[in-house]
Nanobody
Framework: VQLQAFWGGLVQPGCSLRLSCTASGRTFIGYTVAWFRQAPGKEREFVAAISSNGGVTDYADAVKGRFTVSRDNAKNTAWLLMNGLKAEDTAVYYC?????????????????WGQGTLVTVSS
């Protein structure tokens, strides 16, 4: 399966962006979808995830209340809506999938990764 993340960009603090993640080669059905990010000089960190049927979501404390993860299995697409962006949200954002059955925060649990999309929050 190939994942592609789209629609990063440069935005001012307080603005919003919605990232998309599409899968090709295999359906999203049955897979947890997660978003991670990696800022320059830092380790990749968990941002948000959504269970295979969309019934369970989980967020890192740093983004809770500002970011929303969603998915549409029929479209093989997941989204990360990011509101109230801050400078510290600047990073390359990656989507990833896992068939582990439960949401985990460790990158090693995820088998397939998109290429990443850069989000820069700056005035």
């Amino acid at each position: 399966v190939q994942l592609q993340a789209f629609w990063g960009g440069l935005v001012q603090p307080g603005c919003s962006l919605r990232l998309s993640c599409t899968a090709s080669g295999r359906t999203f059905i049955g897979y947890t979808v997660a978003w991670f990010r990696q800022a320059p000089g830092k380790e990749r960190e968990f941002v948000a995830a959504i269970s295979s049927n969309g019934g369970v979501t989980d967020y890192a404390d740093a983004v809770k209340g500002r970011f929303t993860v969603s998915r549409d299995n029929a479209k093989n697409t997941a989204w990360l809506l990011m509101n109230g962006l801050k400078a510290e949200d600047t990073a390359v954002y990656y989507c990833a999938t896992s068939d582990f059955g439960i949401i985990t925060h460790g990158p090693a649990s995820y088998d397939y990764w998109g290429q990443g999309t850069l989000v820069t929050v700056s005035s």
